[in-house]
């Protein structure tokens, strides 16, 4: 059994930067890979990014390239999400979750989900 909680959201302008953590209870948690979503107003949850247990391999969506770097802590039973140019279309509520296998960009592969943490970005 694993919880994960989130947090490290709030409000920031367009071009600023978050860092998002995801704290894990749970002995094993080293062995888990992990992912970071996302869920906007009105909109289903989405893949964001992914870290392998070791953090040799990650993967991002594609808008996030370049912006977003996912990180973890296995010491700690952290997991991050470095934010860095936020956009008006990165508003939503973010949750990390615990892949349990398959594709790693699909929802339905994961469990685990922490209650999320609301990033809002707007002038």
């Known amino acids: 059994q694993v919880q994960l909680v989130e947090s490290g959201g709030g409000l920031v302008q367009p071009g600023g930067s978050l860092r998002l953590s995801c704290a894990a209870s749970g002995r094993t948690f080293s062995r888990y890979d992990m992912g970071w979503f996302r869920q906007g107003p009105g909109k289903e949850r989405e893949f964001v990014a992914f870290?392998?247990?070791?953090?040799?391999?990650?993967s991002y969506e594609d808008s996030v390239k370049g912006r977003f770097t996912i990180s973890r802590d296995n010491a700690k039973k952290m997991v991050y999400l470095q934010m860095n140019s936020l956009k008006s279309e990165d508003t939503a509520i973010y949750y990390c979750?615990?892949?349990?296998?398959?594709?790693?960009?699909?929802?339905?592969?994961?469990?685990?989900w922490g209650q999320g943490t609301q990033v809002t970005v707007s002038s």
């Open positions: 870290i392998s247990w070791s953090g040799g391999s990650t």
């Open positions: 979750a615990v892949r349990r296998g398959g594709s790693v960009y699909a929802v339905v592969n994961y469990d685990y």
